[in-house]
Every structure is written in structure tokens, then in C-alpha cells.
């Protein structure tokens, strides 16, 4: 099993930045993917950004030239750079694994991101 540990959340003001950690123990030499996801109230959680163990990286649309994701295999750590902010991107963020062909694997407890206008 893979333990995730989400940090970095804050409250922000719009245009403003912030950076999320994910750090992963247990059986990472089974993870292929790494994922930031968000769900706000209300809504249903939604694929942010994810990145594979050879480094190719997938964004929204909505986040496209705001976030940036990256990982640190040595620290075992995927992160979510997030500029720009806008009040949308208020949500509880996760972050989750995938070993290569396989589904995601359990949720942590998240991290809140608050953008205020």
C-alpha cells in the first residue's frame, strides 16, 4: 500500500500563489502516475494535473498555464505549483497514485486551498 500526505494549502488572495507537497511511503516502487485532484463544495472532485514516473505531465484545460506539476523522485514528493490563483480554484486538493495500467489508489485527507477576491 501507498500513504499519501498532502500539505501547502492556505488562504490566498486572487493572483496570488501557493505550493502543494504530496509526499508517498510505503510501496512506491509500484507507483507509475501521480495526480493532483480538487473537489469543491458541492461539487464533484476533478482531475487537476497528473504526472508519470518519466516525467510527462497532463493539465486541465482550466489550469493550463497557471499550475505546474513536477515530482522528486528521491524525496518520493509530487508537487503542485499553483499561480495566478482565482477564487474557482477554492477546494480541498488531493493528491493520488497509480501503479502503470492500474486505477487510482486511496485518498488522503487533503489539503484546503481558499482564494478570496
Known amino acids: 500500500q501507498v500513504q499519501l500526505v498532502e500539505s501547502g494549502g492556505g488562504l490566498v488572495q486572487a493572483g496570488g500563489s501557493l505550493r502543494l507537497s504530496c509526499a508517498a511511503s510505503g510501496s512506491i516502487f509500484a507507483i507509475n502516475v501521480m495526480g493532483w485532484f480538487r473537489q469543491a463544495p458541492g461539487k464533484q472532485r476533478e482531475l487537476v494535473a497528473a504526472?508519470?514516473?518519466?516525467?510527462?505531465?497532463h493539465y486541465k484545460g482550466f489550469v493550463k498555464g497557471r499550475f505546474t506539476i513536477s515530482r522528486d523522485n528521491a524525496k518520493n514528493t509530487v508537487y503542485l505549483q499553483m499561480n495566478n490563483l482565482k477564487p474557482d480554484d477554492t477546494a480541498v486538493y488531493y493528491c493520488n497514485q497509480a501503479p502503470a495500467g492500474g486505477a487510482w489508489g486511496s485518498w488522503g485527507q487533503g489539503t484546503q486551498v481558499t482564494v478570496s477576491s
Open positions: 504526472i508519470t514516473s518519466a516525467g510527462g505531465t
